[in-house]
C-alpha cells in the first residue's frame, strides 16, 4: 500500500488551501478557494464504495487471513478471507472484534514514561527522548537485556529482537503467553520431538475423520485455531447421516466442544492421559479393527491395567471397550490432546499418550506442521515454562538489566501470583511495554512505548499449525495511525543506531524494507507475478504466500515405538483440606484476557453461562444445593497459593467434585471496560508456581481448592434472564422435543 | 400482512442445529455490521441487552445436562404478528424484498410489536447507544445508529441486499443465487448459517431444504411462517 490520504489529512488540505488562498491575494490566479476533497479523491478511494484490504488477524496465534473493509479512511468491518487456506473466510468473534483494538477509547496516545511504578501517572515524552531513554537502558543493560513477547508477534520483529539480543550478547526472546500456555503449545510440540523427531505443532484432519476423541481440547473456542477448527467442525458433521462424524469429548466440564459431542465423558479431572492408555491397551488386548493396528497397539500400549485406570478415572469399563472398538473399527479416527492435560503431572508424556493413538490408528489425518518455507523467515516458538521460571529467578537475583515486553503477553496479569513476577521486577533497572494500551505489566513500566495495532502496522506470520501446506501471512495497515505511536521495528532500529554493538547487526533504514527483503526470500507461490515489485504487490493484496504446487495431505512422519510412561495424577493441596478439583478453562469470548477491553466480546453472552461483563465460580446444581449457595452469591474459593472473591453460577454441565472458572477477567489495567466495567476473578491467582514433570508446562490443572460462603450477594448480568428469550413461547417443551 | 405474489425473491435463512457450535461469532459479527450497541453490565441486569441475534441455549436431558444451542433473531415472518398492531407503520411488510422493516423514522416507541412477537427478537432502545470516541469510528455508515426510544431488530442485513443489488443492476445481469451474504452467515465458522433466495433453485437454501427431513420452523403451529428454517440435530450411527 502506498501513502494514502485519510479524512483528517483532507480536512488538513482544505484548511491549508484555504489559508493559501487568503495569504496570496491579488498573485493567486482565480479568487475562488478549490475544494479538493471530491474532485481529486485520495488513490484507492471512491466515496461511499468500500476498499477492502487483505491482512492477518492476531487476536490469538493461528493466523487466519482477514480482509478489512475501508470507508473514507475508517475501518468499518473485518470479514474472514475467503481465500485464506487456514480459515476459508470465516472469522471466529475474537477475530470480528479487532476493530476495538483499533478504536479502543483507553489507547495510549503517545509514549509516555513514568517515574514511579504502579503509581498511574504517566507523563507524555516525546518519541527522540523515548528513544533516548532506551538506547541509554539497553546500553546499560549490554547482555542482561530481556525481551519478552507474546506468541502473536510478527515475524520480522521477532527476528529483529532476535538480532538484537544476539548482538548484545543476551539471551534470545521469551515467547510465552497465557493463550498458549493454557493451550499447551510447549507440551504439544515437545510430544511431537518425542514420537516423530520434529518439535512442531501437530495439525489434525477433522473435516475428514469419522470418529474424533478430544482429551479436553477446546478446538471450537480456543486452543491451536478456532475458526480452522470450526470449519472443520462443519464438515465433519455435513456428511449425510450414515457418515456423520462421532465427536467424544472428555471433560470435566462441558464447554462448546461437550455441547456438540455425541458422547461426552465426564471423567475426573487429570485422567484425560491415562484413559488414553487404557483405550490403547484395550485395542492391543481385545483384538478388534484392522491387523495392522492391533499389532501397533500391541507395539505401543503400555502396560496398564484399564479396569484400575476406570475406577480412577470414573469412565466404566464397558464404555472404555466400547470406545476402544469404535476408534480402532473406525475409518478415520482422530485423537486430540487438549490444553488441559499438558497443566500436570508430564505433560509431554500426556499429550504423546494421546498422540500414540494416532499412530495405532495409522496416522492418517495427523499432522506435523513444516517449518518457515523460506530462509530467513522466523517463526515463534512457545517458550517452556521452566525457562520463564528461571527467568523470574534471575530477575530476583538482580541479573536483569531490562526488560521488554511486547504485546499482549502481560505477565503481570498472566503468572501466578505465587511465582512472584511483580515483585521480581522492582530488581529490574528498566522495563518498558510496547503494548498500545496500558495492561497490568506497563502499570509496572518505566517506559511504555506504545506500538500500532495490528490493523496499522506491518508485517508477516507463518502459519503455525498449517495443514498440509506451509503459508505465510502478510499483514499490512488497512488505515493510518490514529495516534502518534511508533512501530516498535522502526523504534528498534532507530534505537539500535546508537549502540556499537547493535548497529552493524540491525543496518536497515525502517523496518519496511527489512521487511521486504525477507519476503523477497520466498521461492514464488501461487499468485505468480513475475519481478520482487509485483510478487510483493500479490502478497499484499492476497493477503499470503503459498508454494506453488497445490495444498498437500496431512501425513506425520513415521513415529518408532517407544515406552510413554504417564505418572498417576497427583494433585497441589490435600483432598482433606481441599474438597473441589478446581477446572480452569479459556472461553470463547475472552480467551486469556486479551478479550477483555473490547466490549464486542466482553458484552456478549458466553455461550455456556450466558453471562455478560462477568465471569463466575461454575459450581454443579447438587454441590451448591449442598453448599448452600444459588446465583449470584459470593463464595471466597482458596488453594493453597491464593484465594479470590468469585459469584457462584450454577451450571448443571460441571463435575459434581470441580469447581470450574473461566479465564479472562479480573483486571486492574487494560482500559475502562476490563478494569471498571467487567467484573470476575482471575483464576490465575489460585495457581502455585510450580512447572510440570517436564518442565514445558505450568502446573496449573492439578489445583485442589475450598468454597466458603462469604454471605455477599451480586446482581448478576445474565442474559438468560432476559424476559421471553428463555422460557417464554420457545421454551423447554421446544428444546426436549427439537434441540 | 404479506402478499407475497409481487415479490421478486424469497429471502431466507437456514440454521443448520447440527453444526451451530455456539461460539458467538455471528453475534459479534452483527454487532460490528449493524452498529448494535453493547449494553453495559446493569442495563444487561435490567434485562435490556441488545443482540439482533442471540444464541439461545438451552439444557436437555437428564442431569448432567447437555446443552443445546438455538441461534434466535427476527425471523422476518410471511405473516408477521408484529406488524399488524403498529399504530404507525413502522412494522411493515416490504413487498420487493418480502422481508419484515424497521422504519426508524416512523417508529415512535409503543413497542406494542414487541409485545406480539412470539420470537422476542424484537430490542427496544431503551437508551441511547453510548460509543465514546473513537469507538465511532467502527460504525458501518451503510447502517442507521439508533436513538432512545426507538425499535431495532435484525434486518437479513438490508444494506448488503441492497448493495448486492445495485451491483449486479450496473453489471447489467441478475443477482447470483448465492451473492447476498449477511454478516453473520459471512463469518460462521461451521458454516451453520446459511442465507439466500428460496426461489432460486439455484440457492443454497434451496438446495439444502429440498426433501430435508430435518427442516422444521419454530412456532410454525402460530401460523406465522417463518422465512427461517432449522435444521434439527442428527445422530451419529457408528458400529459398536
Same mark, same amino acid.
Given at each position: 500500500m502506498g501513502r494514502r490520504i485519510g479524512r483528517r489529512d483532507l480536512l488538513k488540505i482544505g484548511a491549508a488551501s484555504a489559508v493559501a488562498a487568503a495569504l496570496s491575494g491579488c498573485e493567486f490566479p482565480r479568487p475562488w478557494v478549490h475544494l479538493e476533497p471530491y474532485v481529486?479523491?485520495?488513490?484507492?478511494q471512491v466515496a461511499g464504495v468500500g476498499t477492502w484490504y487483505a491482512s492477518t488477524c492476531?487476536?490469538?496465534?493461528?493466523g487466519c487471513g482477514i480482509i478489512v473493509r475501508v470507508l473514507n479512511g475508517r475501518a468499518v468491518k473485518i470479514e474472514g478471507n475467503?481465500?485464506?487456506?487456514?480459515?476459508e473466510g470465516k472469522l471466529c468473534p475474537r477475530g470480528q472484534a479487532g476493530l476495538q483494538d483499533l478504536?479502543?477509547?483507553?489507547?495510549?496516545?503517545g509514549p509516555v514514561r513514568q517515574a514511579?511504578?504502579?503509581?498511574?501517572r504517566y507523563q507524555a515524552i516525546t518519541w527522540e527522548q523515548a528513544i533516548d531513554d532506551l538506547r541509554a537502558g539497553l546500553s546499560r543493560a549490554g547482555s542482561s537485556l530481556v525481551v519478552w513477547a507474546d506468541h502473536t508477534i510478527s515475524g520480522h520483529l521477532l527476528d529483529l529482537f532476535e538480532r538484537l539480543t544476539a548482538a548484545l550478547g543476551a539471551p534470545p526472546p521469551v515467547v510465552f503467553d497465557l493463550y498458549t500456555a493454557l493451550s499447551g503449545y510447549a507440551a504439544l510440540s515437545a510430544a511431537d520431538a518425542l514420537l516423530f523427531g520434529q518439535a512442531r505443532l501437530p495439525a489434525y484432519?477433522?473435516?475428514?475423520?469419522?470418529v474424533v476423541l478430544s482429551f479436553g481440547a477446546g478446538f471450537l473456542s480456543t486452543w491451536l485455531s478456532t475458526t480452522h477448527y470450526g470449519v472443520a467442525f462443519g464438515s465433519f458433521r455435513q456428511r449425510p447421516l450414515d457418515r456423520r462424524g462421532y465427536l467424544v469429548q472428555f471433560e470435566p466440564r462441558s464447554g462448546l466442544e461437550a455441547a456438540k459431542a455425541d458422547f461426552w465423558v465426564r471423567l475426573r479431572p487429570g485422567s484425560e492421559a491415562p484413559v488414553a492408555q487404557a483405550i490403547a491397551r484395550l485395542i492391543a488386548d481385545g483384538g478388534v479393527g484392522p491387523a495392522d493396528r492391533v499389532s501397533r497397539a500391541r507395539a505401543?500400549?503400555?502396560?496398564?491395567?484399564p479396569e484400575a485406570i476406570s475406577s480412577a478415572s470414573g469412565v466404566p469399563i464397558d464404555d472404555l471397550r466400547r470406545l476402544a472398538g469404535t476408534f480402532a473399527t473406525a475409518a478415520r479416527p482422530l485423537a486430540i490432546p487438549g490444553g488441559a492435560l499438558t497443566g500436570h503431572g508430564d505433560a509431554v508424556a500426556q499429550a504423546a499418550a494421546v498422540q500414540v493413538l494416532n499412530v495405532i490408528a495409522g496416522g492418517a489425518g495427523v499432522g506435523i506442521a513444516p517449518g518457515?518455507?523460506?530462509?530467513g523467515l522466523v517463526a515463534p516458538v512457545a517458550a517452556p515454562y521452566g525457562r520463564v521460571q528461571r527467568l523470574v529467578e534471575r530477575m530476583r537475583a538482580g541479573q536483569v538489566g531490562a526488560l521488554l515486553v511486547w504485546g499482549a503477553a502481560n505477565p503481570a496479569y498472566a503468572l501466578p501470583p505465587a511465582l512472584g513476577f511483580v515483585d521480581a521486577l522492582?530488581?529490574?533497572?528498566l522495563v518498558v511495554s510496547f503494548r498500545p494500551i496500558v495492561d497490568e505489566t506497563a502499570l509496572w513500566a518505566d517506559l511504555v512505548l506504545p506500538d500500532r495495532t495490528y490493523l496499522e502496522a506491518w508485517g508477516y506470520g507463518v502459519v503455525e499449525?498449517?495443514?498440509?501446506v506451509p503459508v505465510v501471512n502478510s499483514q499490512q495497515p488497512v488505515?493510518?495511525?490514529?495516534?502518534?505511536t511508533r512501530a516498535t521495528g522502526d523504534v528498534l532500529l532507530e534505537v539500535a543506531k546508537g549502540i556499537p554493538a547493535a548497529a552493524a547487526a540491525l543496518p536497515w533504514p525502517d523496518e519496511l524494507s527489512f521487511l521486504r527483503e525477507r519476503i523477497a526470500?520466498?521461492?514464488?507461490?501461487?499468485f505468480g507475478g513475475v519481478g520482487e515489485e509485483v510478487e510483493w504487490a500479490r502478497f499484499l493484496q492476497h493477503g499470503f504466500w503459498q508454494p506453488r504446487p497445490g495444498p498437500g495431505a496431512l501425513q506425520a512422519p513415521e513415529a518408532r515405538p517407544q515406552p510413554v510412561v504417564v505418572p498417576a495424577p497427583s494433585f497441589q493441596g490435600a483432598a482433606g483440606d481441599y474438597p473441589f478439583f478446581l477446572y480452569i478453562h479459556m472461553p470463547v469470548l475472552l480467551s486469556d484476557g486479551?478479550?477483555?477491553?473490547k466490549p464486542w466480546l466482553v458484552g456478549s453472552?458466553?455461550?455456556?453461562? !450466558?453471562? @455478560?461483563w462477568q465471569t463466575c465460580a461454575e459450581i454443579e446444581t447438587n454441590t451448591a444445593i449442598r453448599l448452600g449457595v444459588t446465583y449470584g452469591d459470593v463464595v471466597r474459593i482458596m488453594s493453597p497459593y491464593g484465594q479470590v472473591e468469585a459469584p457462584v453460577y450454577v451450571l448443571?454441565?460441571?463435575?459434581?467434585d470441580t469447581i470450574a472458572m473461566a479465564t479472562g477477567l479480573g483486571h486492574s489495567a487494560l482500559g475502562r471496560f476490563a478494569s471498571q466495567e467487567a467484573e470476575g476473578p482471575n483464576?490465575?491467582?489460585?495457581?502455585?508456581p510450580a512447572a510440570d514433570a517436564s518442565g !514445558?508446562? @505450568?502446573?496449573?490443572?492439578n489445583i485442589r481448592v475450598r468454597v466458603e460462603r462469604t454471605g455477599r450477594r451480586v446482581a448478576l448480568a445474565k442474559?438468560?434472564?432476559?424476559?421471553?428469550?428463555?422460557?417464554?413461547?420457545?421454551?423447554q417443551a421446544f428444546a426436549d422435543q427439537y434441540l | 400482512m404479506a402478499d407475497a405474489t409481487q415479490a421478486e425473491h424469497k429471502w431466507t435463512m437456514v440454521v443448520d442445529l447440527d453444526k451451530?457450535?455456539?461460539?458467538?461469532a455471528c453475534v459479534v459479527a452483527c454487532h460490528a455490521e449493524n452498529n448494535v450497541p453493547i449494553r453495559n453490565k446493569s442495563e444487561v441486569q435490567a434485562n435490556r441487552a441488545q443482540h439482533w441475534i442471540r444464541i439461545e441455549r438451552y439444557w436437555v436431558g437428564d442431569p448432567p445436562a447437555r446443552a443445546r444451542f438455538l441461534p434466535m433473531?427476527?425471523?422476518?415472518?410471511?405473516?408477521?404478528?408484529?406488524?399488524?398492531?403498529c399504530p404507525v407503520y413502522a412494522s411493515v411488510h416490504s413487498q420487493r424484498e418480502h422481508l419484515n422493516l424497521q422504519v426508524y423514522n416512523r417508529?415512535?416507541?409503543?413497542r406494542y410489536c414487541n409485545n406480539n412477537?412470539?420470537?422476542?427478537v424484537r430490542y427496544f432502545n431503551f437508551y441511547d447507544p453510548y460509543f465514546p470516541a473513537p469507538l465511532?469510528?467502527?460504525?458501518?455508515?451503510?447502517?442507521t445508529v439508533r436513538t432512545a426510544g426507538i425499535m431495532e431488530k435484525c434486518t437479513f442485513c438490508i444494506q448488503r441486499i441492497n448493495r448486492a443489488e445495485q451491483q449486479a443492476r450496473s453489471e447489467g445481469r441478475d443477482l447470483g443465487p448465492d451473492e447476498v451474504i449477511p454478516a453473520c452467515v459471512q463469518t460462521c465458522p461451521p458454516s451453520a448459517l446459511l442465507f439466500g433466495?428460496?426461489?432460486?433453485?439455484?440457492?443454497r437454501v434451496a438446495k439444502a431444504l429440498?426433501?430435508?427431513?430435518?427442516a422444521l420452523r419454530v412456532l410454525e403451529h402460530l401460523g406465522t411462517e417463518p422465512a427461517i428454517y432449522y435444521l434439527k440435530g442428527g445422530k451419529s450411527y457408528v458400529r459398536f
Open positions: 481529486r479523491p485520495p488513490e484507492e492476531r487476536q490469538c496465534p493461528a475467503p481465500q485464506h487456506p487456514l480459515n478504536y479502543n477509547p483507553d489507547r495510549l496516545q514511579e511504578r504502579g503509581s498511574r484432519g477433522m473435516e475428514e475423520a469419522d505401543w500400549a503400555p502396560a496398564v491395567d518457515p518455507p523460506a530462509e522492582k530488581q529490574v533497572p499449525p498449517s495443514f498440509g488505515v493510518q495511525p490514529l495516534y502518534n526470500a520466498l521461492p514464488p507461490g501461487v486479551r478479550g477483555a477491553d453472552p458466553d455461550p455456556m453461562t !450466558t453471562l @455478560m448443571n454441565s460441571v463435575r459434581p483464576p490465575m491467582a489460585l495457581v502455585g !514445558t508446562s @505450568m502446573a496449573w490443572a442474559f438468560e434472564d432476559t424476559r421471553g428469550s428463555y422460557g417464554g413461547f420457545v421454551n | 451451530c457450535t455456539g461460539c458467538q433473531l427476527c425471523q422476518h415472518c410471511n405473516r408477521a404478528p408484529c406488524e399488524p398492531v417508529c415512535v416507541g409503543t412477537c412470539p420470537y422476542v465511532t469510528e467502527q460504525l458501518n455508515p451503510d447502517v433466495d428460496l426461489w432460486n433453485p439455484e440457492s429440498a426433501d430435508n427431513p430435518r
